[in-house]
């Protein structure tokens, strides 16, 4: 890795080398957001720290007092709202001089309230969306138990079409046959009529995790051949 290689090579203090990884960064996410232009990169050889990318990396550590890790966000916060500025030739000249000085702190202020924002909305999102699938599987598990008697792969396999006719009705909810592997597996081998349905709802981990708590009685492996 060059980065670690010119830590040997040119034995960088701890500050230096942190200089280095942002010039580094710099030269990630200006190539990512400007694709086309010809940015400042650190030499292929000779003292990096003479270049003018570390000097605008050194006076960025020194202006600055962030974490090490919201550097990333710092650097693309410069390049974000730049690519979203307009001037008449195309978008404004970049340069490392975008990193440091009033405008920059600015734009990072304003890009970190909007970040913020957005994590707040998508973090209450993320609880409704909790709660909902919750109550939903939870309603599933009653109605399944009441039904079946016992939860097992085999009964859930013998009696997959009454299930299906039940979320036909709004009965067994569409978070069932997105999470359980014998609902999943008879779906996508089910007949044509069955297929294409919306079971599009966002699946992760947390609602997996929800689904084995509350149908911690059937094992989740997908062998039919008994429970």
Known sequence: MRYVQLIN???LTKREAFAIRLAFLYMELSAKYFPDYKHYKIPRKGDPRKCELFRYCWKLMN???LQPHEYRHYIQSQMSILKNIKIAE???YIHPNCLVGEKAWRRWCVWQK???EVKKVTEHQNTNYNREIKKALKDDHYVLTV???ELSNDKLL???DFIWRLNKIGVVSPYFFALNPVA???LNKSDKTYQGMDFSKRIDKESLAVYKDIFREIPSSTSHGGK
Do not use: D
Request: charged share 40%.
């Open 114 to 116: 909007y970040f913020n």
């Open 90 to 92: 195309g978008y404004p």
């Open 158 to 160: 013998e009696e997959m």
């Open 63 to 65: 202006e600055t007092r």
């Open 147 to 149: 039904r079946l008697g």
């Open 184 to 186: 999943k597996e008879w």
């Open 9 to 11: 090579e040119f034995n």
